[in-house]
Structures are given as C-alpha cells and as structure tokens.
C-alpha cells in the first residue's frame, strides 16, 4: 500500500461491478494499492461531503470537505479530443467552459474520477452538479490504453481509471514509481484475464 499526499475518490457507474471483465476493474487495484483511495459506488450524490460519507482516511480533514480543494479529472468534449492531437501528454487545467486556464495557486488536496464507460461517466459528471465547484483537470495520456481489445476506447485519448489516476499523479508531481507500479499491476491483471479468457476457448 502506498501513501499518497493527496486523497482519491472514485466515483463508480453503478453498472461498472457488473460488467463481464469485472476482474480486471482498475477502480480495484487503485483502491488496493493507494491510501487515502476510496470507491463510491452511485449515480449521483447531494454533496461532496456527501460523497465522502464512508471516505474514513479522511473524515477528520475537515478542509478536505471544501470542494475548492479537489480536482476532478474532466472527460473533455469531442472538440476537445481533435485539438488534443496537437497537445502534448500533461495535465491541463480547465475553466468552467472547459477552455484552457492558467493553474490555481491554491494546492490540489484531492482527486476526483469518474469510473465508467464514456457515456456513464458524462452522465455522472451531469448529475453531480457539485462537481462544477471542484476544480476542473483535462489529461492527454502519455500513451494508449493497456487495456487494448479487452475494452474498446471511443477516442484516442480515452485511458483506464487507473491509467488516467496514475498519469495524473505523476504530473501532480507525485514520486513516478508510483505510476510505474500501478501499470504494472494492470498489466499483470489483464494477462492473467486474457489467460482465463483463452481456457473458455
């Protein structure tokens, strides 16, 4: 398990658990993997600090209730994903337009992502007014997803949950062994899924 400086909430589609390639859900592995890391699983929620109801890591932080302090990893729009080919791989703050802005002063205590398919997740973006209160972060990933034909991603730059939380912490400035260690665990998810897969052949 390792220590985080910062929380993690993840915000689950309640289809997402009964999905046919649950087993290698990356929502999972972050959870078991990272701390503070919690996953809520739900359409929508009055509140932040509703939200983080059952986040224990986290129910003394009083300031960590102010959603000012969290970022929520932004799913962009289609314009976004054709000017994305010109981007290069970071981490890109957004106003409440979703264009381009300059980084708050005020630091990042929280992460916010949204665990879903595209649709799901834009859906839970919408019913989760809140959210527009949270400071707004857009990745273009370094690389494609890992998750290759076992899911197939809408838009280049669409990641795994994993993928996108790990790329993000490494651009937070968080020590990159981190991410190196969350892909691998994927990686080692998805062989072993891609094994179980072939003996039902």
């Not at 280049?156 to 651009?171: D, G, I, K, Q």
Request: proline letters at 6%; aromatic letters at 8%; one cysteine or more.
């Amino acid at each position: 398990m390792t220590d985080l400086p910062l929380a993690v909430l993840i915000l689950q589609h309640p289809q997402e658990p009964s999905r046919k390639d649950n087993a290698v859900s990356s929502a999972r592995i972050l959870a078991e993997n990272l701390n503070p890391c919690h996953v809520n699983t739900g359409l929508s929620w009055r509140n932040l600090e509703a939200a983080l109801k059952k986040f224990t890591a986290i129910q003394g932080a009083a300031d960590l209730k102010k959603p000012s302090l969290w970022a929520t990893l932004y799913l962009g729009t289609q314009k976004q994903s054709k000017q994305n080919e010109a981007v290069e791989p970071g981490l890109y703050y957004l106003d409440k337009k979703g264009n381009p802005k300059e980084p708050d002063s005020e630091p990042i205590g929280g992460l916010i992502l949204l665990d879903g398919t595209w649709a799901q997740a834009k859906t839970m973006w919408w019913r989760n007014a809140w959210l527009l209160k949270t400071k707004r972060i857009h990745l273009i990933p370094k690389q494609k997803s890992l998750y290759g034909n076992i899911r197939k991603e809408p838009r280049p730059e669409c990641v795994s949950t994993l993928e996108a939380a790990a790329e993000t912490l490494s651009f937070l400035g968080i020590d990159p062994s981190v991410e190196v260690m969350l892909k691998q665990k994927f990686a080692q998810e998805l062989q072993n899924f891609k094994k179980g897969q072939g003996q039902f052949k």
